[in-house]
């Protein structure tokens, strides 16, 4: 491989391991963002067999000039149930989809020790190879 290749390539070039334990950790507790898109507000419409506009109204707000889910009281998502997991788990918006693989975690090796100190699946299961990381980082930068 050249030099030039190899400076290329991300730190990660030989992929991740990574495998959801479906703990929850990233769903639950201090309160965020998770970014929803008019297309996946409609997924979730679908699923839940309600109304578009019941649902934004109810499990949505604006922030930062952009709409994400709410959450509850306690922090946790509004879909997410602590004895069920994530409710809406087949129609989840692409932030989750793509977790852990965002560029706030994998920019560096030290970002992406510290996001596996926080989340059990990283650095467990398969390992995740660099083209479905990339892909996941494109779908997410969207």
Known sequence: ????????????????????????????????????????????????????????????RKARGRVTLREKGNGDCVFYDRAKGCTVYKVRPAQCRTWPFWDSNVATPGDWKHTSEACPGCGKGEVIPVEEISRRLKVIRM
């Open 1 to 60: 491989m050249s030099d030039e290749k190899q400076a290329n390539e991300p730190w990660y070039a030989d992929g991740l391991a990574f495998e959801c334990t479906q703990c929850g950790d990233c769903c639950t507790g201090t309160p965020g963002f998770v970014w929803v898109t008019d297309e996946e507000l409609e997924a979730l419409a679908a699923f839940l067999g309600q109304p578009l506009d019941e649902v934004r109204d109810l499990h949505t």
